[in-house]
């Protein structure tokens, strides 16, 4: 975390991950400025990359995605370019929902979303098994989730 983050910051930055539709005015109550001060912080941090977008938390289960699974992806060639590769076909997979390149014995975890088990099959089946460069795959699934919202510590 940048230095220059001050108490203010750090407080501006807690309170729109809690609730990103604050009014300005209701955000500089908060942190116990006025609303232009309060404007020109938000702006400076979203600037210096910190926030880098606001969206709304959808419910998957109610969206009709019952299942959701992490899949381990191994592949077959490391090099620079199919890795690129890789990842960009990942971009257009909508029920992708998070990617991370991973160290151990499998390359990327992915999430998953799906509408019910025979549908993340043909999934597999269909989508990741066909993707460059992938030599096995590893799928787990979640039974439920205890945080789902992911909040990035800032009081620290």
């Excluded at 930055?13 to 116990?32: C, D, I, M, Y």
């Excluded at 490391?78 to 390149?101: G, K, T, V, W």
């Excluded at 039974?143 to 909040?151: A, L, N, T, Y």
Aim: contains cysteine; charged residues 20%; neutral net charge.
């Amino acid at each position: 975390m940048p230095s220059a983050l001050d108490r203010t910051d750090k407080a501006l930055l807690a309170a729109l991950q809690s609730n990103a539709r604050l009014t300005v005015a209701e955000l500089a109550e908060r942190v116990s400025l006025t609303t232009s001060p309060c404007w020109r912080r938000v702006k400076h941090l979203e600037e210096q990359g910190l926030i880098t977008g606001y969206q709304a938390i959808l419910s998957p289960k109610q969206l009709g995605y019952g299942v959701t699974a992490f899949v381990s992806v191994m592949m077959a060639s490391h090099s620079q370019d199919m890795a690129r590769h890789f990842e960009q076909c990942l971009l257009d997979i909508p029920e992708i929902i998070a990617c991370h390149n991973v160290s151990g014995r499998y390359d990327f975890l992915l999430e998953v979303v799906a509408k019910d088990l025979e549908s993340f099959g043909e999934f597999t089946r269909e989508v990741l098994q066909a993707l460059p460069a992938v030599k096995e795959i590893y799928s787990s699934f979640s039974f439920k989730s205890v945080k789902p919202q992911r909040v990035i510590p800032v009081a620290r």
